[in-house]
């Protein structure tokens, strides 16, 4: 599992989830007139609020931050993780809004149970599976909950071949390509960007480069020219995820003619067109 692929609103579904495990321990009802040393159960003594509130609110937070962090989504009945928990975290907040309007359930139709209010667990229950609920369902919709969660890892220290920019996504420091310099060209000062494969030709005399051997790769920064999709390690046809034009992605791994490369979320997948692509 892939932290670094959570968002920001997955960090307001764990920070919901805890708050209602918290108010699990609770007292569920307000009694008028009761002592302090009054024994008022919690959630845990209350099977249908335990089921209906807090495991399901819990169950579908698990459910929507292990599908954000998994490369590969599973099914349950045909139905992936991040869907099915959306669907568990409305259903908590549903039944924590009934257990609200009547904390004391059938008890109230004997007339007997007039001094019954909702408790301090009750009250927190509602507000944490109405987050829960309401970061489920925005994250796809809002563009700030869905921004990764942690910061993208800082680049490698500078390598001897082709040299390692500084600074995070984006940002590919004083090393940043000239227009038009695909990938596999060894830039020099003053120079344009060089075709693939090919060595720049010196404006002066210099001495000879060494060049890597065979199989040797160093981890580097690039942009492509187009959106391209990026497939999962597994060859699975479904792309995982699109690189955007604009954006400085860093290339792990070489298998071929392909590249493995990480996205800004800390995913990481094969990119099988390299060609026109810009080095950082």
């Known amino acids: 599992m892939n932290i670094r692929s959570l968002t920001r609103g997955d960090g307001v579904v764990i920070g919901a989830a805890v708050l209602l495990l918290i108010a699990s321990f609770l007292d569920i009802y307000s009694i008028d007139g009761a002592s302090d040393s009054a024994e008022i159960p919690n959630a845990w003594g209350s099977g249908p ?63 007997g149970l007039t001094n019954f209010g909702a408790g301090t667990g009750l009250i927190l229950s509602l507000i944490a599976t109405l987050a829960l609920a309401g970061a489920a369902v925005a994250t796809p919709l809002v563009p700030a909950l869905k921004g990764p969660l942690l910061p993208a890892p800082k680049p490698a220290a500078p390598q001897p071949y082709g040299g390692q920019p500084q600074g995070g996504y984006g940002y590919p420091g004083a090393g940043a390509p000239q227009p038009g310099q695909p990938y596999g060209g060894q830039p020099q000062p003053g120079q344009p960007g060089q075709p693939f494969g090919t060595q720049p030709q010196p404006q002066q005399a ?44 860093l290339a792990v791994e070489q298998r071929g003619p392909s590249l493995v490369a990480q996205t800004q979320d800390g995913r990481r997948g094969v990119l099988q067109d390299t060609s026109g692509i810009q080095r950082g």
């Open 49 to 111: 609020l335990l089921l209906s509130v807090t495991f399901a609110g819990l169950i579908g937070a698990a459910l929507i931050v292990v599908a954000r962090g998994l490369p590969q989504l599973p099914k349950v009945a045909g139905l992936e993780l991040g869907p099915f928990g959306i669907a568990f975290t409305v259903f908590a907040a549903w039944s924590a809004l009934g257990n609200i309007f009547d904390p004391a359930g059938g008890f109230d139709n004997n007339g």
């Open 206 to 249: 210099q001495a000879p480069q060494a060049q890597p051997p065979a199989g040797d790769f160093s981890p580097f920064w690039f942009a492509v020219p187009v959106p391209r999709p990026l497939f999962a390690e597994d060859g699975s046809p479904t792309p995982i995820a699109e690189l955007a034009p604009g954006t400085w992605y």
